[in-house]
């Protein structure tokens, strides 16, 4: 086993000095009725190159010829070979958790860059080092406003992912707290005078930015009921290339701003892993669950960086910490934060507009078939259409090996129109061949 | 005992002299290590690292202006070599596992395969989407499947839920079902029963589920007695939350009498998987009467955690309370593998916890690694693992003090009792051992040690590492009678000294802004 | 350390200072040494009330967290608000510069039953 060092006289000659005759007597704590008496039941083991038959197999079932038009919460894009290079030097890959700052200034200083290029995108003061993904960060966002305002109610637009709202729904289920769902308009952006009418109370209104239906929702009219209720307003972005061309939700009204990165440096790779983004202004920081990186001096006055404000978290506070958060999605917030430093202030701009341009030509060319979005209002890359019959668009492409998009009916069974609905994405790997072909293929 | 670090006391001589710590015009401290800016302080206008097709002058005009935002001030504007130089030389700031050894105990910090890398960037791993057309799927579906009932059988449990993103995610999740499955019998019960000897995501995810924690007290040989723990339980309590081995590398020997008496008030039996490495293949938390128990695949299953994660938090369950876990699920209906989704198929489930299903990525890594050792190759990792720890306590018994004679398995816990008449305390011996080379130990851990200094060396870690490392820390308890005063001024080899914690929790400096100050 | 023999304490480390109607509370220098560099610290609002033996706020050190217990029940009649700002002061002069809130006690009676001097030093030993 190449991963296990141990010969067997460096066995018998620590089992010397340890004053054991067997590996076996090491294990006499645990009473024999409780150690397991035969092999474990799992697959035997494989050589490297068995091992990569073997998942090669696996890998060579799934289907990933083109880029997929669903995107609805994960995204393709292109992540230039020198993320990846960069991330895997071990020195970065195989660290911890930065406890010890001395010899962990690579990784501080990194996630203080993180942190940096959230509170720039976000328009907001404070980033935490990341949590686990777009989902649980809308649920912790809830939680930091029931702690802030002292309410128990939350205010969620049903625009807002799916995923996301079952996920919140299941974290308070145990708090108690009460979520009202507020109903989107015919031009799926989030109905203000339900809204208005729900936020009395609230410690927090959530609202998509870019929304679910890919629709740039009315964050600043959210903001300001939400502002006259005293209830916080959390923007939950899912497709943070977004930011590059849409006002910063903290300059829009945001106290919080959520969702993921993964956008940024990071494979779909199936749904995660992915880095959850978690911002705020600057007053609620001693409510801000997650680990946060600040700077310092050494004892020589020199620039260096550590974790700070610890006493917000589990290790310290225990049952009274701001969340039991521990592990977050660092190594995907570096890759974000590697990605970000290439694109730089041109490169993020550039790649924002190229998405939303894609995202117009995919209209335009499914215009030309005959195919109309759903959803009257404007979009960045992803859009709902109509379709006819959304499944069996889906099935026919899924043949074609194109994932076609997202049937809305299985999100919202109930619209009137959600039968026909398709939702796409439309980013820079979408060709525009690729995309005069789907159109096509769409309604042939 | 030879010096393999080939570190001397002498060495520290001139080491911090400014001279030598002065930057060069080329920016470089020592040898090839650099000073380097923030990615923000750096960089010319125009400049950037990417090559992509330029969008059209009408790209955004369709949009309301007031919603578009121009170039964000403050971005970076740097070239490609600019971006490579600046993290390659920030990573030579890091110790990595594959700097040196990472001794980090609770931490689990062993090899991580190249392979499993490789592996998880074939593009039908990488580049499938989550909501892909399950035909699309079916290759990531099969190694859930498998992984799953791997990850069963290992824990001796029924079925596992893939989805918690990390292990205090998966402690989340685990005290979900349990509420859930209380609360399916009437009455979801009031308290969690948690000895004091936890990691503090225990108590936190209890309190997240709303309940009252009750800590109990560990005994003078570190280990949870029935009689506490029968003192404690009444009808108001959900579960205990136990650490098997605890955190004090111990093994609960009590346990199934314990889970006897928690299970007769009609609670719940939940294990924190933190410390699986030490049990692999020779005894399994199933076995011993634990209902729920999560994993953390990036210590037992090698899967990198790059700086603080991800990581990834399976939770297995007896089948009383498979009905309860998370949406999405695996299933198999012939040769066909499908997600489930719809709360209709599970009426008892808990919700969703996640996004998706999970951290995927870490879960091809995992299986990678797990394919790779087999059976014996993961009771050879518990073996091995506890060898390395008891090697380690043997070694450094007369150095260090040992406050519990238990017998330990994966980890050992010191603290700084022998080194206290000299004024060296826990932090200093951990400083002092990075001049060596080395990572420090998990310090301060658990609370119910005053200075524990808590080594986990795991099973990756050669006869002659561990032997340089336990050469360091005698080397240390050595220097600490002979010149405390060199081990309060360590350590003076990397990048930068001891770092003042106290000013950056008093003045929170916590992103760049221009002109920054600290 | 020092204990100062006008002031009155807690088995919790605070102490307690009558001056004229008001009672000043504040940590004792064993306190704050056992904290260590406190950084952030969490007062009550004027005008708010506190009760003998119930937390009125929060003190932090880097490393740990420390509710901070009334020593008599009351109202609170003044905030030392420079402390927000410069929680040293706590670690460099926890009996004067270092002093947290001013309660108007509504039972002057609760002084007596708290420890003196001698007494609290008996406490600390005993914790050693």
Redesign the interface.
């Known amino acids: 086993?190449r991963?296990?060092?141990?010969t067997p006289e460096?066995?018998r000659?620590?089992?010397d000095?340890?004053?054991?005759k067997s590996?076996s007597e090491?294990?006499?704590?645990?009473?024999t009725?409780?150690?397991?008496q035969r092999?474990?039941?799992?697959?035997?083991?494989?050589?490297?190159i068995a091992?990569?038959g073997?998942?090669?197999?696996?890998?060579?079932?799934?289907?990933?010829s083109h880029p997929?038009f669903?995107g609805?919460?994960?995204y393709?894009h292109?992540v230039?070979p020198?993320v990846?290079q960069?991330?895997?030097?071990?020195?970065?890959?195989?660290?911890?958790?930065?406890?010890?700052?001395?010899?962990?200034?690579?990784?501080l200083?990194?996630?203080?860059?993180w942190?940096?290029?959230v509170?720039?995108?976000t328009g907001l003061?404070?980033?935490n080092?990341?949590v686990?993904?777009?989902?649980?960060a809308t649920a912790e966002a809830a939680?930091m406003a029931t702690r802030v305002t002292d309410r128990s109610k939350v205010v969620i637009s049903a625009a807002v992912?799916p995923?996301?709202r079952?996920?919140l729904?299941?974290?308070l289920?145990?708090?108690?707290d009460e979520i009202v769902t507020v109903p989107f308009g015919a031009d799926g952006r989030t109905d203000l005078a339900a809204l208005a009418r729900a936020a009395e109370g609230a410690a927090a209104v959530i609202v998509g930015w870019p929304n679910a239906l890919g629709v740039?929702d009315a964050l600043?009219e959210a903001a300001a009921i939400a502002r006259k209720a005293g209830a916080l307003t959390v923007a939950v972005t899912?497709e943070a290339v977004s930011l590059?061309?849409?006002?910063?939700p903290g300059?829009l009204g945001a106290d919080v701003a959520v969702g993921?990165f993964q956008s940024f440096g990071n494979?779909?790779?199936?749904?995660?892993?992915a880095p959850g983004f978690f911002a705020i202004r600057e007053k609620y920081?001693?409510q801000m669950p997650g680990?946060?990186?600040?700077?310092?001096?050494?004892?020589?006055g020199?620039?260096?960086?550590?974790l700070?404000?610890?006493?917000r978290?589990?290790?310290?506070?225990?049952?009274?910490?701001t969340?039991?958060?521990?592990?977050?999605?660092?190594?995907?917030?570096?890759a974000s934060?590697?990605h970000?430093?290439?694109?730089?202030?041109?490169?993020?701009?550039?790649?924002a507009?190229?998405n939303?341009?894609r995202a117009?030509l995919l209209r335009d060319e499914l215009g030309k078939v005959g195919v109309k979005p759903i959803f009257a209002g404007?979009v960045f890359n992803e859009q709902a259409f109509d379709v006819g019959d959304a499944e069996a668009v889906?099935?026919r492409l899924?043949k074609r090996?194109l994932?076609a998009g997202?049937p809305l009916a299985r999100w919202f069974p109930d619209h009137p129109r959600a039968r026909g609905a398709l939702l796409c994405v439309a980013t820079?790997l979408h060709s525009p061949e690729l995309i005069q072909l789907f159109a096509k293929a769409v309604k042939p | 005992m030879s010096n393999q670090s080939g570190w001397k006391p002498d060495m520290e001589k001139g080491a911090t002299s400014p001279a030598l710590d002065a930057p060069g015009l080329g920016g470089a401290v020592r040898g090839l290590v650099h000073e380097e800016p923030l990615l923000f302080e750096h960089g010319s206008k125009g400049r950037c690292g990417v090559s992509l097709p330029a969008p059209g002058a009408k790209a955004a005009d369709d949009l309301p202006a007031a919603l578009v935002r121009g170039g964000i001030e403050g971005l970076p504007e740097l070239s490609e070599l600019e971006v490579v130089r600046h993290f390659t030389r920030m990573s030579l700031w890091n110790h990595g596992i594959d700097t040196g050894f990472y001794p980090l105990g609770s931490c689990t910090m062993k090899y991580n395969p190249k392979s499993s890398e490789a592996l998880a960037r074939l593009p039908g791993f990488a580049g499938l989407h989550p909501l892909a057309p399950a035909e699309h799927a079916q290759g990531a579906l099969e190694l859930m499947y498998a992984l799953e009932r791997a990850l069963s059988e290992i824990a001796g449990m029924d079925v596992t839920t893939l989805n918690p993103a990390a292990g205090a995610h998966g402690e989340l999740t685990g005290m979900m079902v349990i509420r859930a499955w209380h609360a399916a019998h009437g009455n979801p019960r009031k308290k969690v029963l948690i000895p004091d000897t936890a990691h503090g995501t225990n108590p936190a995810s209890a309190a997240l589920n709303g309940y009252a924690c009750v800590q109990l007290a560990s005994g003078a040989d570190g280990r949870l007695h029935p009689d506490t723990v029968a003192a404690a339980m009444d009808d108001d309590v959900a579960a205990i939350m136990i650490t098997n081995p605890n955190t004090l590398g111990l093994f609960e020997s009590d346990i199934a009498e314990i889970a006897r008496i928690v299970h007769a008030r009609g609670g719940l039996v939940y294990g924190d998987g933190a410390n699986m490495n030490a049990l692999l293949g020779n005894a399994r938390p199933g076995d011993m009467g634990f209902d729920v128990i999560q994993y953390n695949l990036h210590k037992t299953f090698a899967t990198p955690h790059g700086g603080g994660g991800p990581g990834s938090g399976p939770v297995a369950v007896k089948a009383t309370l498979a009905p309860f876990l998370p949406l999405p699920v695996v299933v198999k209906e012939g040769e066909q593998y499908r997600l489930v989704t719809d709360p209709k198929e599970r009426p008892r489930t808990i919700g969703r916890i996640h996004g998706f299903h999970g951290n995927f990525g870490m879960m091809v890594r995992a299986w990678a690694y797990l394919r790779e050792l087999g059976p014996e190759g993961l009771k050879a990792t518990s073996d091995l693992a506890v060898l390395n720890a008891n090697y380690v306590r043997a070694s450094l018994q007369g150095d260090y003090n040992l406050p519990y004679q238990t017998d330990s398995l994966h980890e050992v816990v010191f603290d700084d009792t022998a080194q206290k008449e000299a004024g060296v305390t826990t932090m200093d011996v951990a400083k002092r051992l990075i001049d060596h080379g080395f990572h420090p130990p998990t310090i301060y851990f658990p609370l119910v040690v005053h200075g524990a200094i808590m080594i986990e060396p795991t099973e990756t870690e050669s006869k002659e590492t561990i032997d340089a490392f336990v050469a360091a820390l005698k080397a240390i308890a050595e220097e600490a009678n002979r010149d405390p005063e060199a081990l309060k001024a360590s350590p003076s080899k990397p990048f930068r000294a001891r770092l003042d914690e106290t000013r950056a929790a008093r003045k929170p400096v916590l992103r760049w802004t221009p002109g920054m100050k600290v | 350390m020092t204990i100062p023999d006008d002031l009155k304490y807690t088995k919790d480390h605070e102490w307690a200072r009558p001056k004229g109607a008001r009672v000043l509370v504040g940590i004792t220098d064993f306190a704050q040494d056992q904290l260590g560099d406190v950084v952030f610290v969490e007062l009550p609002a004027v005008g708010d009330e506190v009760k003998k033996g119930e937390s009125f706020g929060v003190v932090e050190s880097t490393k740990a967290v420390s509710e901070l217990f009334a020593p008599i029940s009351g109202k609170v009649v003044e905030v030392n608000d420079p402390l927000v700002e410069a929680p040293e002061n706590i670690n460099e002069d926890p009996y004067e510069e270092g002093w947290m809130i001013a309660i108007e006690p509504s039972d002057p009676k609760e002084l007596t039953e708290l420890l003196d001097a001698k007494a609290y030093k008996a406490h600390v030993d005993e914790q050693g």
């Open positions: 086993m991963y296990h060092p141990h460096d066995v000659a620590m089992l000095v340890v004053g054991k590996v090491l294990f006499r704590s645990i009473p009725p409780l150690r397991l092999p474990l039941q799992v697959p035997p083991a494989l050589d490297e091992l990569f073997e998942l090669g197999r696996m890998a060579a079932r799934n289907v990933v997929p669903v609805a919460g994960s393709p292109h230039p020198t990846d960069l991330l895997l030097r071990g020195e970065f890959f195989t660290a911890y958790t930065p406890y010890q700052p001395e010899i962990a200034q690579g990784t200083q990194a996630l203080f860059e942190q940096t290029f509170c720039l995108l003061d404070v980033s080092a990341s686990y993904d777009g989902a649980t939680l992912h995923a996301y079952d996920t729904a299941t974290y289920r145990s708090t108690g740039i600043p899912a590059g061309l849409l006002q910063a300059a993921s494979s779909m790779a199936y749904g995660g892993p920081v001693r680990r946060v990186c600040g700077a310092t001096v050494d004892k020589h020199r620039r260096g960086f550590v700070t404000l610890s006493t978290e589990q290790h310290i506070r225990r049952e009274k910490a969340s039991n958060i521990c592990t977050n999605a660092g190594l995907c917030a570096l934060t590697m970000l430093a290439l694109l730089g202030r041109q490169g993020l701009a550039d790649l507009r190229l939303h341009e117009r404007p889906v099935a899924a090996g994932a997202l820079e």
